[in-house]
């Protein structure tokens, strides 16, 4: 089944205790990305990655990590979490077809509250 | 204010209603696509409809999008109690040449409420 895969799916932690969220596609597209959604303010893309070992920023890439060293794989990663960052997070996956993306197969969701 | 945003933030209409929401957006697109999201679940592909194309059907839904006016919108037809969800649009900015930028910003949603 092709589908996009996240782990943990709810994380309670304390601010400032290092977190990896992963994230895995099975559909070897290229492009992939993190988005946070929070109330009111819809979804706001973090970061984003349109192949191996190439990463871009998205609109909040602030207290953000990630790597793209595999096809399938693109983990978020919180070097020192803090409350403001308490949101859901969305991993997305979408294949590139002529320099443009097309539709976007979205994860379950991961909710992350830091203490 | 954010690139796609839709219009109206909510709307709440009876079984067998169309539901029409709109999406402004201020730079020049590759494509536009519009998503639907069951309450705090993952975001569902609906449509996708390219700059080059004014008009999309899928099913109960119609896309329009208008590149001269930068606005979109999606009709759900015939509504049904399963409509009921929260309704985005997203948009990647076109770079020169054509191809996108791997940006893509969603709009804040139109939360639809079907009642049976």
């Known amino acids: 089944e092709a589908q996009v895969t996240q782990n943990p799916r709810y994380l309670i932690t304390v601010t400032g205790k290092k977190l990896t969220v992963t994230c895995s596609q099975n559909?070897?597209?290229?492009?992939m990305s993190w988005y946070r959604q929070d109330p009111g303010l819809g979804l706001r893309q973090i970061y984003y990655?349109?192949?191996?070992?190439?990463?871009d920023k998205g609109d909040v890439p602030e207290g953000y990590k990630v790597s793209r060293k595999e096809k399938r794989n693109f983990p978020l990663i919180l070097e020192s979490p803090s409350p403001n960052q308490t949101s859901l997070y969305f991993c997305?996956?979408?294949?590139?077809?002529?320099?443009?993306?097309?539709?976007?197969?979205f994860g379950p969701g991961t909710r992350l509250t830091v203490l | 204010s954010q690139q796609g945003e839709e219009d109206p933030q909510a709307l709440s209409i009876q079984e067998g209603e169309n539901a029409t929401m709109n999406c402004s957006y201020k730079t020049s697109i590759n494509n536009l696509q519009w998503y639907r999201q069951n309450s705090g679940r993952g975001l569902v592909h609906l449509i996708l409809i390219r700059s080059n194309e004014r008009e999309k059907h899928s099913g109960r839904l119609r896309v329009t999008l208008d590149t001269s006016k930068k606005s979109s919108s999606l009709l759900i037809t015939a509504s049904r109690a399963a409509d009921t969800a929260s309704y985005f649009c997203a948009t990647g900015s076109r770079r020169a040449g054509g191809t996108s930028y791997g940006k893509l910003t969603f709009g804040q949603g139109t939360i639809l409420t079907v009642h049976p």
């Open positions: 990655s349109m192949n191996v070992e190439v990463t």
């Open positions: 559909m070897n597209h290229e492009y």
């Open positions: 997305a996956s979408a294949r590139l077809a002529g320099g443009s993306y097309n539709e976007q197969f």
